[in-house]
C-alpha cells in the first residue's frame, strides 16, 4: 500500500465529481493538491487576483450548470478571496472554494499570534451557503463530500472546505478503496415534483384570464429555457423575469417582457390574475412581490416553484408550493397543459400578449429615440448596439459598473438564452473582466465581450495579463467617463438638482471626491500583451470592434464617452424607488 498527500486525494475526488478546471493561484501550502490537478485531467487557470479566481469559477459554473472550484492560500490568499465569497454566494453561483489553513496543531483555535492566520471557517461562514474545516487525513473524505452534496442542493452558492498545510501536503497511508462516484455520496437525479401539485398547477393557470409567468435565476442553472418557452407558448402567456435571469427568453418574441421596461413589467404583473413563479425568490430587485409593482395578493393567485423550499411563500403569499426542479417542474406541466382544451381562453390571452407587444415596442422606440445616430462625441447608448450588430447572438455579453451596466442592458436585446453575465444581485464593481475569462474557459468556441465603466475596470485590470497568458481572446469595452458615474449624478442631485437639470452638472469645486484621473486602458492593456483600441468618435467604435472580434487575442477598447450623457442613464429613477419599501 502506498502512500499519498491530502491534496492529492482532495484531487482524486475532485476528478470523481467530474471537475475539469480549478480557478487559483499556486502556493506551497498547497502544493500537494494543485501538483496533481494534471494527473486527472484538471486545468488550473490562474489569475492575479484570488477574488477574480472565485468569480471565474461562478462564471464557469453559471454558463455550464457544472461545480465551479477555485483555491486559494491560507491567510492573505483567503482574505483576498473574501469579496468575491460574498459576490457569488449573493448571486448565487455554484462554487466550491478550497483553501489552506496553517498546520494543524496551530489552528481553531488560534494558539496566539500565529502568522498569517485567521479563523478561515468562521469567517466565511455567514456569508456563504456552508464552510467547515478537515483537520485531518481521515475527515478529508467525509467533509469534502459534505461540501459537494450541499453545493448541490437546494439553492446554488459558495460552499467552503479548508484544509492545514500539513494535511495538505503530509504523505498518509493510501485508504484501500478508491474514489466514489457522485451518486454515492449526493442526490444526482432533479427533484420530482409531486403530480397532484402539477396538476394544481395547470388548473389554476388554465382557469386563469390573464396568467403571467415570472422566471428567476434558478430557470438558467436549470437550463429549463426551452420548457419555459414551451409553458408560455401553451399557456399565451407573458413571461417576465428577475434581474439575473434576464437572459433566460429570447426578447424578440413577443410575449418576452424585457426587465428593461420597467413600467410594461409592472402593468403585465398588476394584470395578472396568476402568476406562476419559477426559480425566483421575489426579491428587492422583484419588488418583494407587493403592490404597487404586483397586483395585491388578495386578487392574485400564485404557483411557486423552487428547489430551495425555504423561499416558498417567503415575500409574497402561495397558493401552490412546489418543491421541485425548475425544468422538470416546466416538462411535466407543459405536458400536462398540452392534455388540456384551452381554445376558449387562448384568443383573449393572445389579445393581450399582443398588446404587449405593441407598448414593448413603442417604449423600444423612446429609448432608441434618445441616442443619437452618429454625431462627434460617443453616447454611452451606442455601445450595446454596436456590440450586437458586430458579434454573433450566441456571444456572451458581461456587463459591469454603475451607470455603464444600465445603459449595457437597456441597449442590449437578448437573442439566445443563457448568454448574460453580471453581478444583479450584488452590484459588485470590477467582477466582469474575472467572469469574461471564467466565461471563455466555459465555452471556449464563443466569443465573449465585457461592456464596464472605467471605475469599475479600475478593480482587476491585471487580469487582462491572466487573459493573454491563459489564451482568453475576450474583448472588453471601457466606457471612459473618468467618474464614479452613478454616485456622482446622485450626488449632484442631492447638491442642486435644479443646476444639474439645467446645466447638466455641478462644477468640479462643488462635488465631493467623484472625478478620477486619466488613465488609457488601451495603452495598460497593450503593455500587458493584449491589443488596444483608443476610440473617440463613433464613426470608430464599430471598426475597432471588428478588429478585436477578427484578432483571435485579448483586446480592450478604451471608449471616450460624453461624460455629460452618460450620468442620465434612463431608469435612474426606477432604481432609486426600489430601494424604498412598495407601498403594499
Not at 402539477?198 to 426551452?226: C, K, M, N, R, Y
Not at 430587485?285 to 417567503?314: F, I, M, N, S
Not at 416538462?331 to 388540456?340: K, P
Not at 451596466?405 to 470590477?430: D, Q
Amino acid at each position: 500500500m502506498g502512500q499519498l498527500s491530502g491534496g492529492q486525494r482532495i484531487a482524486r475526488m475532485l476528478a470523481a465529481e467530474g471537475v475539469e478546471v480549478v480557478f487559483g493561484i499556486i502556493d506551497g501550502t498547497y502544493f500537494g493538491l494543485y501538483s496533481h490537478l494534471r494527473d486527472h485531467g484538471i486545468g488550473l487557470v490562474s489569475p492575479r487576483h484570488e477574488t477574480s479566481a472565485v468569480h471565474m469559477a461562478a462564471a464557469y459554473a453559471r454558463l455550464t450548470g457544472r461545480l465551479g472550484v477555485a483555491i486559494a492560500s491560507n491567510g492573505p490568499g483567503v482574505a483576498n478571496a473574501l469579496p468575491g465569497v460574498a459576490v457569488e454566494n449573493g448571486e448565487g453561483n455554484r462554487v466550491l472554494l478550497i483553501t489552506s489553513w496553517r498546520r494543524h496543531g496551530i489552528v481553531g483555535p488560534d494558539r496566539g499570534g500565529a502568522y498569517q492566520y485567521f479563523d478561515q471557517p468562521a469567517v466565511i461562514r455567514p456569508m456563504a451557503k456552508w464552510s467547515g474545516a478537515a483537520t485531518s487525513f481521515e475527515r478529508v473524505p467525509e467533509l469534502l463530500n459534505r461540501a459537494f452534496r450541499i453545493s448541490w442542493r437546494g439553492r446554488p452558492g459558495v460552499v467552503h472546505l479548508t484544509v492545514p498545510e500539513d494535511v495538505m501536503n503530509g504523505a498518509f497511508d493510501e485508504p484501500p478503496f478508491g474514489e466514489v462516484g457522485p451518486e454515492r455520496y449526493r442526490r444526482t437525479a432533479p427533484l420530482e415534483p409531486a403530480p397532484e401539485l402539477v396538476v394544481a398547477a395547470a388548473d389554476l393557470l388554465a382557469g386563469a384570464e390573464a396568467p403571467l409567468v415570472h422566471a428567476g435565476s434558478g430557470v438558467l442553472h436549470a437550463e429549463a429555457a426551452a420548457e419555459l418557452r414551451r409553458v408560455a407558448e401553451l399557456l399565451a402567456a407573458p413571461v417576465t423575469t428577475s434581474w439575473a435571469a434576464r437572459d433566460v427568453v429570447d426578447e424578440r418574441l413577443d410575449w418576452s417582457l424585457p426587465m428593461s421596461y420597467t413600467d410594461l413589467n409592472t402593468k403585465a404583473r398588476n394584470d395578472a390574475d396568476v402568476v406562476l413563479a419559477v426559480g425566483t425568490r421575489f426579491g428587492e430587485t422583484d419588488w418583494w412581490g407587493k403592490a404597487p409593482y404586483w397586483r395585491r395578493a388578495t386578487e392574485q393567485r400564485l404557483v411557486q416553484v423552487d428547489v430551495d423550499e425555504e423561499v416558498l411563500g417567503l415575500n409574497k403569499p402561495v397558493d401552490v408550493a412546489v418543491l421541485a426542479d425548475a425544468r422538470v417542474f416546466l416538462s411535466r406541466l407543459a405536458d400536462e397543459l398540452a392534455g388540456r382544451d384551452l381554445a376558449a381562453v387562448l384568443p383573449g390571452r393572445r389579445a393581450r400578449v399582443a398588446g404587449y407587444a405593441g407598448e414593448k415596442a413603442a417604449a423600444r422606440a423612446a429609448l432608441d429615440a434618445g441616442v443619437p445616430a452618429g454625431g462627434e462625441v460617443i453616447h454611452s447608448g451606442q455601445l450595446a448596439p454596436a456590440v450586437q450588430e458586430v458579434f454573433p447572438d450566441d456571444t456572451v455579453l458581461v456587463v459591469d459598473g454603475g451607470n455603464t451596466a444600465i445603459w449595457a442592458n437597456l441597449f442590449h436585446e437578448v437573442r439566445v438564452p443563457h448568454t448574460m453575465m453580471s453581478t444583479y444581485k450584488f452590484g459588485m464593481l470590477g467582477a466582469g473582466v474575472p467572469h469574461a475569462l471564467g466565461a471563455k474557459v466555459a465555452l471556449p468556441d464563443r466569443a465573449v465581450v465585457c461592456v464596464t465603466g472605467d471605475g469599475a475596470f479600475g478593480f482587476h485590470p491585471q487580469e487582462i495579463e491572466t487573459a493573454v497568458r491563459n489564451h482568453l481572446p475576450v474583448v472588453v469595452v471601457v466606457a471612459v467617463d473618468r467618474a464614479w458615474g452613478m454616485v456622482k449624478v446622485n450626488q449632484e442631485f442631492a447638491l442642486d438638482a435644479e443646476r444639474l437639470l439645467t446645466e447638466g452638472g455641478l462644477p468640479d469645486e462643488e462635488r465631493i471626491n467623484t472625478d478620477l484621473g486619466e488613465i488609457r486602458y488601451d495603452l495598460m492593456a497593450e503593455s500587458m500583451g493584449a491589443l488596444g483600441f483608443h476610440v473617440t468618435r463613433p464613426a470608430d467604435l464599430r471598426p475597432a470592434l471588428e478588429q478585436a472580434r477578427d484578432s483571435g487575442r485579448p483586446s480592450v477598447l478604451h471608449v471616450e464617452v460624453d461624460h455629460t450623457a452618460h450620468k442620465f442613464a434612463p431608469s435612474l429613477l426606477t432604481f432609486k424607488e426600489m430601494h424604498q419599501e412598495p407601498a403594499g
